[in-house]
């Protein structure tokens, strides 16, 4: 185990795997994509060069979204509060954003399910912060304290396993990244037809994304043992989705 450091106790590779494998084996290997391909039928046609979505694309853009939620926390500033060993205590607040910023300036190809996948990626801690003009000032400040990405290659060589997706090694998140991404959210994310279309449609596809991620992020959890103020939700989710 070593930095980049997830939590107190796990590194964000550890993570990233435990969450990989979680979202296969209860979402992709039971067809949760043929799901997510009829909701993006629905949409289709209002979305630019109205792209068809292969399965597979789907699958892998659902595996993407989950291992990539805390891509954000890689950065020096956030690091440097642990040790090698990812021993002590940290605050990553608000490392979903910065999360956010690695992935539009990280996918090379810019595929139409990217802004989904982003905004899942953003919204993953939503029932207590959402990415605002204060949250995204605060992005501001701490790639200002240290954007420097550890362990770049590592995280490069990880994602590049999905195959439906290239990418380009992220090697810091800096300020113009997170201005960037505000850009991102008012011109793509907050437009026709994403998150800002008046009907629900849009905002339905999104959560469908944040859904696998969420499930998956919670049980990887109870292999560092610290979800103890989530029993009863991590009980429920197991119930449902296996341990």
């Given at each position: 185990?070593?930095?980049p450091?997830?939590?107190?106790g796990q590194?964000?590779?550890s993570?990233?795997e435990?969450?990989e494998?979680?979202?296969?084996?209860?979402?992709?290997?039971?067809?949760?994509?043929?799901?997510?391909?009829k909701?993006?039928?629905?949409?289709r046609?209002?979305?630019?060069?109205?792209?068809d979505?292969?399965?597979?694309?789907v699958e892998?853009?659902?595996v993407l979204?989950?291992?990539?939620?805390?891509l954000?926390?890689?950065?020096?500033?956030f690091q440097?509060?642990?040790?090698?060993?990812?021993?002590g205590?940290?605050s990553?607040?608000?490392?979903?954003?910065?999360?956010?910023?690695?992935?539009?300036?990280?996918?090379?190809d810019?595929?139409?399910?990217?802004?989904?996948?982003?905004?899942?990626?953003m919204m993953h801690?939503h029932?207590?912060?959402?990415?605002?003009?204060?949250?995204?000032?605060?992005?501001?400040?701490?790639?200002?304290g240290?954007?420097?990405?550890?362990g770049?290659?590592e995280?490069?060589?990880?994602?590049?396993?999905?195959?439906s997706?290239?990418f380009?090694?992220?090697?810091?998140i800096?300020?113009d990244?997170?201005?960037?991404l505000?850009?991102?959210?008012?011109?793509v994310i907050?437009s026709t037809?994403?998150?800002?279309?008046?009907?629900?449609s849009?905002?339905?596809?999104y959560?469908?994304?944040?859904?696998p991620?969420?499930?998956?992020?919670?049980?990887?959890?109870?292999?560092?043992?610290?979800d103890e103020?989530?029993?009863?939700?991590?009980?429920?989710?197991?119930n449902?989705?296996?341990?």
């Amino acid at each position: 185990m070593g930095k980049p450091c997830a939590f107190t106790g796990q590194s964000l590779i550890s993570h990233m795997e435990g969450v990989e494998k979680l979202v296969r084996e209860a979402f992709v290997e039971e067809g949760y994509a043929k799901i997510v391909r009829k909701r993006l039928s629905k949409i289709r046609q209002s979305l630019p060069h109205h792209p068809d979505f292969p399965e597979e694309v789907v699958e892998d853009a659902i595996v993407l979204t989950a291992v990539s939620h805390d891509l954000g926390k890689a950065v020096e500033y956030f690091q440097r509060q642990l040790t090698n060993d990812c021993s002590g205590r940290a605050s990553f607040h608000p490392h979903e954003v910065l999360s956010g910023a690695y992935l539009i300036k990280a996918v090379a190809d810019q595929s139409p399910l990217l802004p989904f996948i982003t905004t899942a990626v953003m919204m993953h801690h939503h029932a207590m912060r959402v990415p605002d003009e204060k949250t995204l000032e605060k992005a501001q400040e701490v790639v200002r304290g240290g954007g420097k990405v550890l362990g770049a290659g590592e995280l490069h060589k990880f994602l590049s396993r999905i195959k439906s997706f290239s990418f380009k090694e992220v090697g810091e998140i800096t300020p113009d990244d997170v201005e960037r991404l505000r850009l991102y959210i008012n011109q793509v994310i907050n437009s026709t037809p994403y998150t800002g279309v008046p009907t629900s449609s849009s905002l339905q596809v999104y959560s469908l994304f944040l859904l696998p991620l969420v499930v998956s992020d919670n049980l990887d959890s109870t292999r560092r043992g610290d979800d103890e103020d989530r029993r009863l939700f991590i009980v429920e989710l197991k119930n449902i989705y296996g341990d």
